[in-house]
């Protein structure tokens, strides 16, 4: 296990260039994240499903520079210069700067695309943040070889936490905790870490987003997390994250569908449920939104298929079901739920194994 000062590079030999592709995907809360205190410290544990589909792919080509007293690069999404991203980017790499003392010998050009449609309702922010992380640690290994693979994973999930929250838990696969908890050796506030071994019905598990919502959100995560702050309910709900975190190990080990459905529904309500008794208070669902909902318990309860429902802090539905139930499913998608959905809009996704190189 490491800790915050091990993540501080004092040992490196600078080179004159690097040029590295890669990629990182998005993640699916079923614990959900929601309050933090600085530095980016979640106020609860929480576990996430890796996607694999949903991605950010980056390349990022370091040349050494003469004048090392501030940082210097490029931003470029999808080819073409995108300035309004480069404030975030400033922020972070202040943020890093103690731990990766190198990247002001450099000029970076970034160039980053993702796989899901833009302003999907998909948050881009956590795949962006791992996947620029994971390029970053790709260049310490150059200059100090001696790191470990273990240790690239755990700094890159340390930055990645530092530019996003929820991006720590996208550098691996297939499931991730975040934040110290007493349920999951091993387990952080500083970085994410994979779950290990489960059960086989989750092997390839399923996630089709339902895209209800495409709009830019109504509260940002930020707002969200300050909205913890001073809320009447924040202990309990931070309790209930541990007790959650306890439960769904249990069942992710022993594959108990019907106590999976009943804890990420849950999950799901109580991040709205925060937002609806927050100070000020939001409805981020939409009417389709509870549409869908009803109509999965409504197809569960007349077909027993152990498909359910998580939400992010949108509209979007995420379904959530194993791989032998895929057909009918989407059968079920295509002939009900695609109503709902914006421009009959959804994307199939699974589980995945987390950042790659390219
Ligand atoms: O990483 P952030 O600050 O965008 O927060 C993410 C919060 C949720 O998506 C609502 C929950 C989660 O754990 O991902």
Same mark, same amino acid.
């Given at each position: 296990?490491?800790?915050? $000062?091990?993540?501080?590079?004092?040992?490196?030999?600078?080179?004159?260039?690097?040029?590295?592709?890669?990629?990182?995907?998005?993640?699916?809360?079923?614990?959900?994240?929601?309050?933090?205190?600085?530095?980016?410290?979640?106020?609860?544990?929480?576990?996430?499903?890796?996607?694999?589909?949903?991605?950010?792919?980056?390349?990022?080509?370091?040349?050494?520079?003469?004048?090392?007293?501030?940082?210097?690069?490029?931003?470029?999404?999808?080819?073409?210069?995108?300035?309004?991203?480069?404030?975030?980017?400033?922020?972070?790499?202040?943020?890093?700067?103690k731990y990766c003392p190198y990247l002001k010998n450099y000029h970076l050009v970034?160039?980053?695309?993702?796989?899901?449609?833009?302003?999907?309702?998909?948050?881009?922010?956590?795949?962006?943040?791992?996947?620029?992380?994971?390029?970053?640690?790709?260049?310490?290994?150059?200059?100090?070889?001696?790191?470990?693979?273990?240790?690239?994973?755990?700094?890159?999930?340390?930055?990645?936490?530092?530019?996003?929250?929820?991006?720590?838990?996208?550098?691996?696969?297939?499931?991730?905790?975040?934040?110290?908890?007493?349920?999951?050796?091993?387990?952080?506030?500083?970085?994410?870490?994979?779950?290990?071994?489960?059960?086989?019905?989750?092997?390839?598990?399923?996630?089709?987003?339902?895209?209800?919502?495409?709009?830019?959100?109504?509260?940002?995560?930020?707002?969200?997390h300050q909205l913890m702050e001073n809320h009447p309910f924040a202990k309990e709900?931070?309790?209930?994250?541990?007790?959650?975190?306890?439960?769904?190990?249990?069942?992710?080990?022993?594959?108990?569908?019907?106590?999976?459905?009943?804890?990420?529904?849950?999950?799901?309500?109580?991040?709205?449920?925060?937002?609806?008794?927050?100070?000020?208070?939001?409805?981020?669902?939409?009417? $389709?939104?509870? @549409?869908?909902? $009803?109509?999965?318990?409504?197809?569960?309860?007349?077909?027993?298929?152990?498909?359910?429902?998580?939400?992010?802090?949108?509209?979007?539905?995420?379904?959530?079901?194993?791989?032998?139930?895929? @057909?009918?499913?989407?059968?079920?998608?295509?002939?009900?739920?695609?109503?709902?959905?914006?421009?009959?809009?959804?994307?199939?996704?699974?589980?995945?194994?987390?950042?790659?190189?390219?």
């Amino acid at each position: 296990m490491f800790v915050e $000062n091990d993540f501080v590079c004092a040992d490196f030999k600078i080179i004159p260039t690097f040029t590295v592709s890669c990629k990182a995907p998005s993640n699916i809360a079923l614990v959900k994240y929601w309050g933090k205190f600085e530095p980016q410290l979640p106020a609860n544990p929480s576990l996430s499903f890796t996607l694999n589909n949903c991605h950010t792919a980056t390349q990022i080509q370091f040349k050494q520079k003469e004048n090392t007293s501030d940082f210097s690069f490029d931003f470029l999404f999808e080819g073409k210069p995108k300035e309004s991203f480069k404030p975030k980017l400033v922020s972070f790499f202040k943020r890093i700067e103690k731990y990766c003392p190198y990247l002001k010998n450099y000029h970076l050009v970034i160039d980053s695309k993702n796989t899901f449609p833009h302003s999907s309702g998909i948050a881009s922010s956590a795949s962006a943040m791992a996947a620029m992380s994971r390029a970053i640690m790709e260049l310490e290994k150059q200059l100090n070889p001696t790191i470990t693979e273990d240790f690239l994973f755990e700094k890159a999930s340390f930055l990645a936490r530092l530019g996003s929250g929820s991006a720590c838990r996208s550098l691996k696969g297939e499931v991730v905790v975040w934040g110290k908890n007493k349920s999951v050796k091993n387990s952080s506030d500083l970085y994410g870490v994979p779950f290990g071994e489960m059960h086989s019905v989750f092997n390839n598990y399923q996630d089709t987003i339902l895209l209800v919502d495409k709009g830019e959100k109504q509260v940002s995560s930020t707002v969200g997390h300050q909205l913890m702050e001073n809320h009447p309910f924040a202990k309990e709900r931070f309790a209930q994250a541990h007790e959650n975190i306890e439960k769904l190990k249990t069942v992710l080990q022993n594959g108990d569908l019907d106590e999976f459905i009943a804890i990420v529904e849950s999950e799901a309500l109580t991040l709205h449920a925060m937002m609806m008794t927050s100070s000020p208070y939001f409805i981020l669902m939409k009417p $389709n939104t509870l @549409e869908i909902i $009803n109509a999965i318990w409504a197809f569960r309860a007349e077909t027993k298929t152990p498909l359910c429902f998580t939400l992010d802090a949108g509209a979007n539905v995420h379904l959530l079901y194993p791989t032998n139930v895929k @057909e009918t499913v989407i059968q079920f998608v295509k002939t009900k739920l695609v109503a709902y959905c914006q421009n009959g809009q959804y994307i199939c996704d699974e589980l995945g194994t987390g950042s790659a190189l390219l």
